[in-house]
């Protein structure tokens, strides 16, 4: 069985803003459906803030994402775009990375990141696309899997190189470009990973008490004209020119007011958003 068995397309589609022709596996679709996605659906942990693993069940991910004012976390978008993508006609391998961002060495971070390796037709390799990435220096738009590729995604800028490691197969670096330099965000070899492996790092990631998802609200959306980021109480916007303004929430009352206003969230009543 597909991940595209039993996806509602249309729901898919419509969550992400798709207007005008029907999405073909190309190229430009690819790009389409990453950049609204990403604009559509928001980034949270509020599971994982409630001391519960997400379900990364097509089913619950169709009822929580498409169908609420909820969003989610790399697992539940990048195994909901995959399922996207195989329904479209895309070649997809789930891609397991280490978030790097802030690290003295590579090696000391484990893979807890899901990102996608996207097979298009009549394109020469493949690309790398992701929509769960919690950051400023996401992707928008997919990259190709070429050392020294540099892309201008919607306003952001994101090149793959190279990286020296003991392994047998390639270390690839997804940088980004913030404040005059490139910085590392993640790294991937292309050894496939399955559901079933999600399904572990997933529980891990919500559960374990040292984990930043289970003991701290996080929030990210990304419109046109601006990125938003909650952590904690720190609300950040960081607007397309660049400038940056930062300001602390007050109180569990206006966090509630903040993800539903701006980031398009409705958070549970009975979850508690601050220590």
Not at 83 to 90: E, H, S
Not at 178 to 202: C, L, R, S
Request: glycine letters at 10%; hydrophobic letters at 40%.
């Amino acid at each position: 069985m597909s991940d595209s068995d039993h996806f509602d397309l249309d729901l898919y589609l419509r969550r992400i803003g798709w207007a005008g022709e029907p999405p073909r596996p190309d190229l430009a679709t690819l790009r389409r459906v990453q950049l609204g996605h990403v604009r559509g659906i928001p980034f949270e942990n509020l599971d994982a803030l409630g001391g519960s693993a997400p379900s990364l069940a097509l089913g619950d991910l169709t009822a929580k994402l498409l169908g609420g004012r909820r969003g989610g976390y790399c697992y539940e978008h990048n195994t909901l775009l995959a399922a996207a993508l195989d329904a479209l006609g895309f070649g997809v391998t789930r891609l397991a990375a280490r978030v790097v961002l802030g690290a003295a060495r590579f090696e000391d971070r484990p893979r807890t990141h899901m990102a996608l390796l996207v097979d298009v037709p009549g394109e020469a390799v493949p690309y790398l696309t992701d929509v769960g990435f919690g950051s400023r220096g996401a992707l928008l738009e997919p990259i190709p899997l070429v050392a020294g590729t540099e892309i201008h995604d919607a306003g952001r800028r994101h090149r793959l190189v190279h990286a020296p490691h003991d392994g047998p197969l390639e270390l690839w670096v997804l940088e980004a470009y913030e404040k005059g330099e490139w910085e590392a965000q993640y790294v991937f070899t292309v050894e496939p990973f399955v559901h079933a492996d999600f399904g572990m790092i997933n529980w891990h990631i919500a559960t374990n008490p040292r984990s930043p998802f289970s003991s701290r609200l996080y929030a990210q959306r990304t419109a046109e004209d601006r990125h938003l980021a909650l952590d904690g109480t720190r609300l950040t916007v960081t607007s397309a020119d660049g400038s940056v303004t930062e300001r602390q929430l007050a109180d569990e009352e206006e966090i509630r007011r903040v993800l539903d206003g701006d980031f398009g969230i409705t958070a549970p009543e009975e979850l508690k958003l601050m220590p």
